[in-house]
């Protein structure tokens, strides 16, 4: 497989690694995007790959919280100016009241569906559009609903360019939602806890810890020990509750929640833009194909 500069740019970014080492890794395995980052961490040159890390599109994220109801949703706009403008956010805060009320189930479906004012949800967007002089979008979603007995965690940062959502079982404080809302939206891990992590995942990461191991010279009879220790730091990065808590270092988020008699059901957490490409304009050569149409 032929591999293209793109290519290699993507998993520099992804990885942090020279270029030469991204050429090679993609060279070895056959342009695999997810098995040259793997081949670069086995050789000790990358850290493990966050999917998402990258904030590549402007918007808003936000939450709207109604009772025992909850919306989390992100609308993209193409930058950051009109994210700030007074109509956009008046924007997101309608849709988020239009989803809570209808409760769709895709964006697709939100689309088609008829707001107050008679216009499909897909119209009033486009008429946001006009007004406003920039392509936005209604991108994802997500309904939660509790108990009397549970608590939301609504937690903004930087006025809605990380938002998450969590739902705490077992206390009614919202302040303690929010505290491990905050601790989510700083430390960003993937799972509650360890059991949500799949099988294939854990092994997937022993291989690539046992060669990583096997490449640093470690005698084998002890890279087995060390593998399962590393293991542990893994959870620690992805797992909500194995992670230390960031308002107390001493406690790990498991042991302030269990403090306070509560569980963590689930979170969402969103990241404006994370996972979109943002496009890249060259300039020079958009000044010359202005020229070139004179």
Same mark, same amino acid.
């Given at each position: 497989?032929?591999?293209?500069?793109?290519?290699?740019?993507?998993?520099?970014?992804?990885?942090?690694?020279?270029? $030469?080492?991204?050429?090679?890794? =993609?060279?070895?395995?056959?342009?695999?995007? /997810?098995?040259?980052?793997?081949?670069?961490?086995?050789?000790?040159?990358?850290?493990?790959?966050?999917?998402?890390? &990258?904030?590549?599109?402007?918007?808003?994220?936000?939450?709207?919280?109604?009772?025992?109801?909850?919306?989390? $949703?992100?609308?993209?706009?193409?930058?950051?100016?009109?994210?700030?403008?007074?109509?956009?956010?008046?924007?997101?805060?309608? $849709?988020?009241?239009?989803?809570?009320?209808?409760?769709?189930?895709?964006?697709?479906?939100?689309?088609? !569906?008829?707001?107050?004012?008679? #216009?499909?949800?897909?119209?009033?967007? +486009?008429?946001?559009?006009?007004?406003?002089?920039?392509? $936005?979008?209604?991108?994802?979603?997500?309904?939660?609903?509790?108990?009397?007995?549970? #608590?939301?965690?609504?937690?903004?940062?930087?006025?809605?360019?990380?938002?998450?959502?969590?739902?705490?079982?077992?206390?009614?404080?919202?302040?303690?939602?929010?505290?491990?809302?905050?601790?989510?939206?700083?430390?960003?891990?993937?799972?509650?806890? &360890?059991?949500?992590?799949?099988?294939?995942?854990? /092994?997937?990461?022993? !291989?690539?810890?046992?060669?990583?191991? =096997?490449?640093?010279?470690?005698?084998?009879?002890?890279?087995?020990? %060390?593998?399962?220790?590393?293991?542990?730091?893994?959870?620690?990065?992805?797992?909500?509750?194995? !992670?230390?808590?960031?308002?107390?270092?001493?406690?790990?988020?498991?042991?302030?929640?269990?403090?306070?008699?509560?569980?963590?059901?689930?979170?969402? &957490?969103?990241?404006?833009?994370?996972?979109?490409?943002? &496009?890249?304009?060259?300039?020079?050569?958009?000044? %010359?194909?202005?020229? +070139?149409?004179?």
């Amino acid at each position: 497989m032929a591999i293209t500069a793109q290519m290699v740019k993507e998993l520099r970014e992804k990885t942090g690694a020279g270029m $030469l080492d991204c050429k090679k890794a =993609l060279q070895e395995t056959d342009g695999d995007m /997810e098995k040259a980052i793997d081949f670069l961490r086995e050789k000790g040159i990358a850290k493990a790959a966050k999917k998402g890390d &990258r904030i590549a599109a402007e918007g808003l994220a936000a939450i709207k919280v109604e009772g025992n109801d909850a919306v989390i $949703l992100e609308v993209n706009s193409e930058t950051d100016f009109v994210a700030k403008n007074e109509g956009f956010q008046t924007l997101v805060q309608e $849709l988020g009241s239009h989803l809570l009320a209808n409760k769709p189930s895709s964006v697709e479906e939100t689309l088609g !569906q008829k707001m107050d004012n008679g #216009a499909t949800v897909e119209e009033h967007i +486009n008429s946001a559009i006009a007004k406003i002089g920039e392509k $936005l979008s209604l991108r994802r979603f997500e309904i939660k609903t509790k108990t009397d007995n549970d #608590a939301f965690g609504a937690y903004l940062h930087m006025g809605g360019r990380i938002a998450v959502l969590s739902v705490l079982e077992g206390t009614t404080d919202e302040s303690v939602a929010k505290d491990v809302s905050m601790h989510i939206a700083a430390l960003n891990p993937k799972y509650v806890s &360890r059991d949500e992590v799949s099988a294939e995942e854990i /092994e997937r990461e022993r !291989q690539v810890l046992t060669q990583q191991a =096997l490449n640093e010279g470690k005698p084998e009879n002890i890279v087995a020990k %060390m593998v399962e220790g590393r293991l542990g730091k893994y959870f620690e990065d992805v797992c909500l509750l194995d !992670q230390t808590f960031v308002k107390n270092p001493d406690q790990k988020v498991r042991q302030f929640v269990e403090s306070k008699g509560a569980t963590v059901r689930e979170f969402v &957490r969103y990241g404006v833009g994370e996972g979109i490409e943002k &496009r890249e304009d060259n300039f020079a050569e958009e000044v %010359m194909s202005q020229v +070139n149409k004179k």
